[in-house]
């Protein structure tokens, strides 16, 4: 099952080293939908920023940007992409402080095909988990980033803050909409010493079933599905906002 999701991932690889980066890219062609190359972290970035691959595969050691800045780079931006590192061995050290910075997984050099494979399908576990598959079956990717391009202009013109990141997944007939990083500076200020944060929940909740007609039309407009807000969840301390809807 998680080889045949592969074959429908965009994936970036970052290496510096020509040899290693014809024959990875050659191997890996062939098993995913399509292959982004790069030759060092400024480079990466660029292209991530320009194609939004579904999953980076990248070499630590690089020059101009080596791999952890770049995935520090990355994770400024979107925490969820899965990040795998080709590091060496004596760099386990290194591999244990990029735990902090978000890296999702690593091989080995000299790189085994097989491992390689072994931790690409388990990123692909992670996407399904992230913006479940059974949701992409129903609506176009495209329409899905349109909604979350929207709720973000739309929340930042409400609130000041725009979120840092959107989760939308839909299982069977029900829809959840997780808002991450949207906390406001008044909000930080009040959470300040671990204080207010049911009240601070409280309002987070109003004013999401306030606006609950102004959600559902976004919902309706860009997925072409009509879902009615059910539940909302605010987690202040976590900074995480969980809307639910029930297809109707």
């Given at each position: 099952?998680?080889?045949?999701?592969?074959?429908?991932?965009?994936?970036?690889?970052?290496?510096?080293?020509?040899?290693?980066?014809?024959?990875?890219?050659?191997?890996?062609?062939?098993?995913?939908?399509?292959?982004?190359?790069?030759?060092?972290?400024?480079?990466?970035?660029?292209?991530?920023?320009?194609?939004?691959?579904?999953?980076?595969?990248?070499?630590?050691?690089?020059?101009?940007?080596?791999?952890?800045?770049?995935?520090?780079?990355?994770?400024?931006?979107?925490?969820?992409?899965?990040?795998?590192?080709?590091?060496?061995?004596?760099?386990?050290?290194?591999?244990?402080?990029?735990?902090?910075?978000?890296?999702?997984?690593?091989?080995?050099?000299?790189?085994?095909?097989?491992?390689?494979?072994?931790?690409?399908?388990?990123?692909?576990?992670?996407?399904?988990?992230?913006?479940?598959?059974?949701?992409?079956?129903?609506?176009?990717?495209?329409?899905?980033?349109?909604?979350?391009?929207?709720?973000?202009?739309?929340?930042?013109?409400?609130?000041?803050?725009?979120?840092?990141?959107?989760?939308?997944?839909?299982?069977?007939?029900?829809?959840?909409?997780?808002?991450?990083?949207?906390?406001?500076?008044?909000?930080?200020?009040?959470?300040?010493?671990?204080?207010?944060?049911?009240?601070?929940?409280?309002?987070?909740?109003?004013?999401?079933?306030?606006?609950?007609?102004?959600?559902?039309?976004?919902?309706?407009?860009?997925?072409?599905l009509t879902l009615m807000l059910s539940d909302?969840?605010?987690?202040?301390?976590?900074?995480?906002?969980?809307?639910?809807?029930?297809?109707?």
């Amino acid at each position: 099952m998680s080889n045949e999701l592969l074959k429908k991932v965009k994936l970036l690889f970052i290496e510096d080293d020509a040899v290693q980066r014809d024959e990875l890219s050659t191997f890996l062609k062939r098993r995913v939908d399509k292959i982004y190359v790069a030759e060092n972290g400024e480079e990466g970035l660029e292209k991530y920023r320009l194609l939004k691959p579904d999953i980076i595969l990248t070499d630590l050691r690089m020059p101009k940007m080596d791999g952890l800045e770049f995935a520090k780079s990355i994770r400024k931006e979107n925490r969820l992409v899965p990040i795998i590192i080709i590091t060496a061995m004596n760099d386990r050290e290194t591999i244990l402080k990029s735990v902090d910075i978000g890296i999702t997984n690593y091989v080995v050099k000299p790189v085994v095909a097989e491992e390689l494979m072994l931790v690409l399908e388990e990123s692909v576990k992670t996407l399904l988990e992230m913006n479940n598959a059974e949701f992409e079956t129903i609506v176009e990717k495209d329409k899905v980033n349109a909604l979350k391009n929207e709720l973000t202009k739309h929340l930042k013109l409400e609130t000041g803050k725009g979120p840092l990141d959107i989760r939308v997944e839909m299982k069977y007939n029900q829809c959840t909409i997780t808002i991450m990083d949207s906390l406001t500076i008044y909000e930080k200020k009040l959470l300040k010493n671990g204080q207010n944060a049911t009240l601070v929940d409280n309002c987070r909740n109003i004013f999401f079933k306030d606006r609950k007609e102004d959600i559902e039309w976004l919902l309706k407009e860009h997925l072409q599905l009509t879902l009615m807000l059910s539940d909302v969840k605010s987690d202040s301390e976590n900074d995480e906002i969980v809307l639910s809807f029930k297809l109707v």
